[in-house]
């Protein structure tokens, strides 16, 4: 079974009724990368998601992990994977400590490697204050980070995380993506949906683009942005005069203009040549730069372009 991925989807469709919410979604994890699952609202994040973690019968198509097959292997499946979903697996009654070693126990650890394991957690995420407190009376953001830990309590090879840090604010937000770097850096894989586009960009190895049941992009960060398109050069100028003649120099290459903070917007195709020929323009005229910066496009440009075609 030495194959060099750990999660492969081939062709997942699933209906609900007469509503078809997955329509033939493929796409692979590498072992020991993380893959982000991106999409908005509605996109079929949970629904993949599920069906990987054998929490919901699909209508057709090959799903496996670790080379197990989730239709016809579904404890072996679960033997290798963590979930955590939108929806938490804490018992409120239990202290944090408590769900933990419980859940330890579970998974068949010794009552001693489950402490150790419950300390290691609790300490990594920052729940040491609070561990011998009933879970129901934690704020929405701790009990994410203890639904996570919980998963996370029989290193599993495999994990899920279904936006994980939704709802989070921002110190959370990056306490958890610490621990999820931590996770990728012990080579675990990790399948992770979000709708943060930054997200997307700071964790993961490759990202898939879903909507509407259907992959619509797939790539790494940087192939996903150098397909929609080209850098800008942004020139700004020292006062009305001098943009505005440099604005008729350039009319002709301009693809955007604002004179409140007198910048000029150039698309570029070559960098170091487009940028040389408009310096030299600019010089030769002798029309001074202010500041000049070249400014990639954002995964926001590339998720924006997709979704909009789509509905097109
Ligand atoms: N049990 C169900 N019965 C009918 N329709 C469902 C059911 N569960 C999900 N759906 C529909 O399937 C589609 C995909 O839902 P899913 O939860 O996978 O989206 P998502 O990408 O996770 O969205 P979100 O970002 O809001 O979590 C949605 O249109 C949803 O309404
Ligand atoms: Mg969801």
Known sequence: MATSDAIVIKNLKKSYGKTSVLKGVSFRVKRGSMVALLGPNGAGKTTTVRALSTLLGYDSGTLTIDGYDV?????????VIGLTGQSAAVDELLTGRENLEMVGLLYRLTSRSARQRADELLHDFDLVD????????YSGGMRRRLDLAVSLIATPPV????????GLDPRSRLAMWKIIEKLKSQGTTI??????????????????VIDHGKVIAEGTAKELKSKIGNDRLELT???????????KLLVSSLTGDDD???????????????????????????????????????LDDVFLQLTDKKDS
Do not use: G
């Open 237 to 247: 100028f020292d006062d009305i005069a001098t943009y505005d003649a440099a604005k």
């Open 71 to 79: 239709k016809t292997q579904p404890d072996e499946v679960r033997s």
């Open 191 to 208: 399948l992770l949906t979000t709708q943060y586009l930054e997200e997307a960009d700071q964790l993961a190895d490759r990202i898939v």
């Open 159 to 166: 994990i899920f995380l279904d936006e994980p840090t939704t």
């Open 130 to 137: 609070a561990a011998d407190r009933p879970a129901k009376t």
């Open 260 to 298: 409140k903070s007198l910048t000029v917007t150039i698309k570029i195709n070559d960098t170091n040549a487009d940028v040389r020929q408009v310096l030299s323009k600019l010089s030769r005229a002798k029309i001074n730069i202010a500041s000049m910066a070249i400014q990639k496009p954002t």
